[in-house]
């Protein structure tokens, strides 16, 4: 009688003759799904890139290797390449002292006001790099802020400040990357153990000793790993070296790319694209070894993880004025300048209440309506490219995740090969591929959302993957040995359980979206354009800074509210990948 009520009970789970049929069918179906993956990403992300590497041997048609020969012949080239590798290696050796130290201020010392940092640190990571840039220029450049108050206190002194350099590009983005640093740098710190620490102060070792002798060794390879992405993000910038940069004839490789494009010289573009692609993967490669090669040593059972903070002592006024006169000018004076710029009628004019004017909000969204389309555009573009990847890097993630095997492994690296990939190259391996039959994308919305969504993918993939290693596997397992398809599982047990990581990719996306000045500037027409190209473009079609800083206020709005919204997220337990 028991047994009998085991198998009346168990009868709606275990499958008849009529759901054999069915979970067989699923059960192809669930197979071909990887292949069907797989296909989509070697479309759209290998057949650019293919493309790009056959369009560096055409000339006119046909094949030929004159690209090669003018790419790297050129002394413009080698230029563009030292001018690259110098502004890079500024902006590590900045992020590295900046981001560190505020990072070993922040865990290791007994500094009191460590939240108001991490809020420092986060308002500095919100504000673009470009209009960082462009409030660079209204301060420091001829005629900016400085030279006018330098004018009205010494009338007679000259001004020397050149605002247009590399070095101010390196300096910018150093005040933007660093934030990377901090928190990798951080997290590391917080993981280990402080058992080492201990174990040296009991043989005597003093704070700076232990500091260079025990904490920055266990620490190396979280410097390389955020060192190499921020070279990397770093060397694939155009905004910045392009409003700074180039104006004072100093080219890097992004902007020579940008040039060559404009000139209609694709077989450099593509040659100069490939080489770009080369660098940035060789970096992307090393940076994710130098993530997997980090220990960081955890205390036995019963240990105690002692985390000792150093005092600061004396040092403490001066530290504390020290972080407040950084972010006085990193963050408050950048976003000042903005601000009070964007209310001026016309920049330059002299500082009084005549000269002041609301007209640029006015002109921006009712006036001339400027804002509007840029927007809707941005907004529209961003949430298809950001639903569109997030669902596909949780197919990924599900495979590889619960079903290994040489197809799931391919999908899963040529998903994230983008990452490795400067915004700008996607962008022209985009052109490339999309420009003619049988897909002709070129100049419709339909090429910047394609392009993004390429762009996001592996974004949300690192988002969703950590969580997903850390899910049990039996469930799966349960539920597929109750006949259920891989669709209900996925749907039914996967993504309830990834929604938060998938949700907080999400919205890292959308945020990347709005202001993302590459991709859209290349593949823009009339009707597409977004925040980005207008931010980019509007002071050059008859408009000047007053305009770009009223953008530009906009864009800092909309970055802060988003950001805080996944500041929230993450606290009521929506992780991110940092």
Not at 426 to 438: G, Q
Not at 490 to 510: A, D, E, H, Q, T
Request: aromatic share 12%.
């Amino acid at each position: 009688m028991k047994r009998s009520s085991i198998n009346h009970s168990g009868s709606s789970l275990a499958p008849d003759s009529a759901g054999r049929g069915k979970s067989k069918a699923g059960l192809h179906a669930g197979r071909a799904i990887p292949f069907v993956l797989l296909f989509i990403a070697v479309v759209f992300i290998l057949y650019p890139v293919a493309m790009l590497a056959i369009g560096s041997f055409r000339v006119d048609g046909a094949f030929s290797v004159a690209g090669y020969v003018t790419a790297f012949t050129s002394a413009v080239t080698y230029k563009a390449l030292l001018n690259t590798l110098q502004m890079v290696l500024g902006i590590l050796l900045g992020t590295w002292i900046i981001g560190g130290f505020l990072a070993f201020v922040r865990h290791k010392t007994d500094y009191k006001y460590k939240k108001l940092l991490d809020a420092g640190v986060f308002f500095s990571f919100t504000i673009p790099a470009y209009i960082l840039s462009i409030s660079w220029i209204e301060l420091v450049c001829r005629g900016g802020y400085i030279h006018r108050l330098l004018q009205t206190v010494f009338p007679n002194m000259s001004y020397s400040i050149n605002g247009y350099s590399v070095g101010a590009s390196v300096f910018i983005l150093t005040l933007h990357l660093y934030p990377l640093v901090y928190y990798g740098v951080g997290n590391a710190l917080r993981l280990v153990s402080g058992v080492f620490e201990q174990s040296a102060r009991v043989c005597g070792g003093k704070k700076v000793r232990i500091v260079f002798t025990v904490i920055l060794p266990l620490v190396a390879p979280s410097f390389v790993s955020t060192g190499l992405l921020v070279v990397s993000r770093g060397m694939a910038n155009f905004g910045v070296p392009a409003q700074l940069s180039s104006v004072a004839g100093k080219a890097v490789l992004t902007t020579r790319v940008f040039s060559a494009m404009s000139d209609l010289n694709l077989p450099v573009v593509a040659v100069l694209s490939l080489l770009l692609i080369v660098i940035s993967l060789a970096l992307y490669l090393l940076s994710e070894r130098a993530l997997k090669a980090r220990r960081f040593n955890m205390p036995a059972a019963g240990q105690t993880d002692a985390h000792a903070e150093i005092g600061l002592g004396r040092w403490k006024n001066t530290l504390n004025a020290g972080i407040v006169v950084f972010f006085t000018l990193s963050v408050a004076i950048p976003f000042a300048t903005i601000l009070t710029s964007s209310f001026f009628k016309r920049w330059g004019l002299e500082f009084s209440a005549a000269n002041l004017t609301f007209g640029n909000y006015v002109r921006l969204f009712t006036g001339e309506n400027l804002l509007t389309r840029p927007l809707l555009n941005s907004l529209f573009f961003g949430t298809a490219a950001s639903a569109t990847a997030a669902f596909f890097a949780s197919l990924t993630v599900y495979f590889h995740q619960y079903r290994q095997s040489l197809v799931t492994r391919c999908l899963m690296h040529v998903a994230q090969l983008p990452i490795a990939v400067p915004n700008m190259i996607l962008a022209v391996a985009a052109m490339f591929a999309w420009i003619n039959e049988p897909l002709k994308l070129y100049g419709t919305g339909a090429i910047i959302i394609v392009t993004y969504t390429v762009l996001f993918t592996p974004i949300c993939i690192k988002q969703m993957l950590g969580a997903a290693k850390n899910m049990d596997v039996s469930m799966d397992l349960a539920a597929r040995t109750m006949g259920a398809g891989w669709a209900l599982r996925y749907f039914r047990l996967f993504l309830p359980l990834m929604k938060n990581s998938l949700f907080s990719g999400l919205i890292v996306c959308f945020l990347i979206s709005l202001k993302e000045i590459p991709i859209s500037l290349l593949l823009y027409t009339t009707g597409t354009q977004t925040l980005g190209v207008l931010m980019f473009t509007i002071q050059s079609n008859s408009y000047g800074l007053e305009m770009t800083s009223a953008v530009s206020v906009v864009v800092i709005a909309l970055s802060v509210c988003g950001n805080l919204l996944l500041r929230k997220l993450r606290s009521k337990g929506y992780h991110s990948y940092e």
